[in-house]
């Protein structure tokens, strides 16, 4: 049985999902990203800056595999998922932009990362905020339980919740 290596999981190339393409970011979308994101909740909310989400997206990583998520020719979206992570990839970053959400685009992309979680480890991890009453429907949907609850760990006076969804290896 051969060993998969995380650069394996999540190879820096471009991934077809049902409905998008999964792909490595483009000069400038960072940018583009970083400051939409910093506009809505629930990176308003939190505090995150556009300056701070832009480095975060730009910062040499090893351990952190970026992705824009293209839809009809389009960056709409962005994917982060960190691995090595405790015992399984961790999910870091989710981001849709309004026209590209309630179509199921978000559910696909999941379900990209968690397929290829499953093939490193038994567990794929997410938090999400406490307010974000929207995306903790989502991740319930799509198979995540509450594991802790994390209080001021991003910002004061709110929570966030760390999630498992656990997989079937198929190594």
Known sequence: ???ITNREAFRATSHRLKSAILRPMRDGEAESIGTYCAG???YHRLGQ???ALISYLKKD???LFRFVIELKGTAV???AVRSPWLRGPFLEMLALREEARGIGLGGETV???ADQAGLLAAN???TVSDFNVHARGFYHRLGFQKVSELPDLIAENASEILLRRKLLRHS
């Open 61 to 63: 990583d090893p351990a």
């Open 1 to 3: 049985m051969s060993v």
């Open 77 to 79: 979206g962005l994917v």
């Open 124 to 126: 794929l991890w997410t």
């Open 40 to 42: 809505v909740d629930p």
């Open 49 to 51: 800056s556009a300056p």
């Open 111 to 113: 379900d990209w990362v």
